[in-house]
């Protein structure tokens, strides 16, 4: 049997990478990180003091784009946990309302605001 360990095989499809629609052009992850920062800032969650956080995440995702197929897992893998954790530095509307159910189940449950309805 021949060793063929050197051969380079194509990925079942639809689990290769994505090509980018031209030379210059965003990457998928890029793309995607992109659409979910303007989403963010149009409905007022993230605001110019993000700044850093989104850039961060946008060069990361350029760079979990570019280091597709390409690399060490281990690599790609630290790439993908940072990004993870840029994405935990930004708002978002979960997290921001949670916080404020907690504040109002906190408030409710201090028997603070207990009898504010009820007549004196």
């Known amino acids: 049997m ?65 280091s597709e197929g390409r690399g060490a897992p281990s690599g790609q893998a630290n790439l993908l946990r940072a990004m993870k954790e840029i994405f935990e530095l930004l708002p978002t509307p979960e997290s921001v309302s949670s916080d404020a159910l907690d504040k109002a189940l906190a408030f409710m449950m201090s028997g603070d605001g207990a009898d504010a309805g009820a007549p004196a």
Request: proline letters at 11%; charged letters at 20%; a negative charge.
């Open 2 to 66: 021949a060793d063929r360990s050197d051969e380079i095989t194509p990925a079942l499809p639809g689990l290769g990478p994505v090509p980018a629609a031209g030379p210059g052009a965003p990457g998928y992850v890029e793309a995607a990180t992109v659409v979910m920062v303007d989403k963010l800032r149009a409905d007022g969650w993230i605001s110019d003091w993000h700044a850093g956080p989104v850039a961060l995440a946008i060069v990361t995702a350029r760079r979990v784009d570019a």
